[in-house]
Structures are given as C-alpha cells and as structure tokens.
C-alpha cells in the first residue's frame, strides 16, 4: 500500500491499525498491524485493546535492532539471549535476561 498516488492515507502513528482492528471485527480472524508503532507502550496497547493480535515492527528495528530488550525492560518482561550478550544490558536493565547470572564471563 501507499504506492499510488492515488491513495490519501495520512502517515502517523498506528496508521494502519485501524485496518486491521476492522478485518479482525469483520471476519474474527487473527490480524497484524503495522504502521509507525516505535514505543513499547504504543504496541503493548494495541495487543491490550485487541486491535490486532500481532504487531509487526519495520522501522524500529532498523533504528533500534535491540527494540525487543528494549520492550521488555520497559514493560517488565524478560527475554532469553546467549551468555555473549548478559554483559551487554545497562545496570537499570539487568532484570530483562531471563538466565543471566552476573560475574560469569
């Protein structure tokens, strides 16, 4: 979409959702939106609302490729990564790897 000029979709955060929130209403499937999501919060509510079941991300991984650790320390999540990354994480975001064991190297 949006490659003819045709089209008038306003560019703006979660501008996509609504298509998807309507095809998930419109048929019961499960549904994945796009669409300028760049927050954790921002994707975290469209799950919560039920607008779609899957969010998937484009340009915040290509300016954040760690977006998901990134996620789960806000949000309180864990992630599982390698022992090569446990000493990669800010002190404020230790918590986020699930097996870390600090002092191991």
């Known amino acids: 979409g949006g490659i003819s000029p045709n089209q ?3 560019l703006g955060p979660n501008y996509q959702v ?3 929130k309507a095809i998930k ?6 549904t994945m939106t796009v669409g300028l999501i760049t927050d954790p919060k921002q994707a975290e509510a469209i799950l919560e609302n039920q607008e779609a079941d899957l969010i998937a ?3 915040a991984f290509l300016y954040k490729p760690r977006w998901a650790w990134e996620a789960a320390a806000a949000l309180g999540g864990q992630v599982s990564a390698s022992p090569q ?3 990669c994480l800010p002190r404020e975001a230790q918590s ?3 097996e870390a064991k600090m ?3």
């Open 96 to 98: 986020v790897f699930v």
């Open 8 to 10: 008038q979709i306003k």
């Open 85 to 87: 990354y446990w000493r």
């Open 25 to 30: 209403a419109a048929t019961g499937m499960p």
């Open 57 to 59: 991300l484009a340009r």
């Open 18 to 20: 609504p298509f998807a």
């Open 103 to 105: 002092g191991q190297r």
